[in-house]
Every structure is written in structure tokens, then in C-alpha cells.
Nanobody
Framework: QIQLVESGGGLVQAGDSLRLSCAAS????????MGWFRQAPGKEREFVAALSWTGGRTYYSDSVKGRFTISRDNAKNTMYLQMSSLKPEDTAVYYC????????????????WGQGTQVTVSS
């Protein structure tokens, strides 16, 4: 079983950048498809970005494409989400996710979740 811990969230202004990290323990994250989801108050959890277990393929939601970049460092057993040109609508709790089968793009396909990290973007 893999444990996931997110970090790097905080309060930023619109237009700023922020990098989230997801540190894995228990197992190597190279065996998993990895991804990021987010949940804003009163809304359902939604897909943000995902990375295949080889790291060769990436997937992004339309709302973040061109602004966010997902990456992984298997040597550090850590995944990242570089967020730039942040908007107030990006405000949410961001969750790290692992999928045993493929890059996780659906909430129902996720096998493991982190506890989440809050990102707040002020206008």
C-alpha cells in the first residue's frame, strides 16, 4: 500500500505561481499512474492532471491546460504540480491520487488518496 502526503499549498494572488508536491511512502510511485484532483467548497471533486506510470503521457483538464504542469521524480518518490497564472477559480483543496492500472482521470478510478492541501487564490 502506498501513502501519499501533499504539501506546498497556500494563499497567493491571481497571476502568481505555486508548486505542489506529493511525497509517496510505502511503495514506489513508479508503479502507479499518478494524478491531481481538486475540490472547491460546495462542488464535487474534479480531475486536474494525470501522469502515466512511465511518465510518458500526461493529461490535463481543459481549465488548467497550458497553465499547470504535472511531473514526477521517481528517485525522490515525489510527484509535482507546477501551477502558474493562477486564477481565483483555482481555489480548492488539491488531492494527490494514485491508480494501480493507469493515469487516474476519474475520481472513481483512484486507488489511493492523499489528505489534501489548500490552495487559495485571491483576486
Amino acid at each position: 500500500q502506498i501513502q501519499l502526503v501533499e504539501s506546498g499549498g497556500g494563499l497567493v494572488q491571481a497571476g502568481d505561481s505555486l508548486r505542489l508536491s506529493c511525497a509517496a511512502s510505502g511503495r514506489s510511485l513508479s508503479a502507479y499512474g499518478m494524478g491531481w484532483f481538486r475540490q472547491a467548497p460546495g462542488k464535487e471533486r474534479e480531475f486536474v492532471a494525470a501522469l502515466s506510470w512511465t511518465g510518458g503521457r500526461t493529461y490535463y483538464s481543459d481549465s488548467v491546460k497550458g497553465r499547470f504542469t504535472i511531473s514526477r521524480d521517481n528517485a525522490k518518490n515525489t510527484m509535482y504540480l507546477q501551477m502558474s497564472s493562477l486564477k481565483p477559480e483555482d481555489t480548492a483543496v488539491y488531492y494527490c491520487a494514485a491508480d494501480l492500472r493507469s493515469a487516474p482521470t476519474l475520481v472513481g478510478r483512484v486507488d489511493y488518496w492523499g489528505q489534501g492541501t489548500q490552495v487559495t487564490v485571491s483576486s
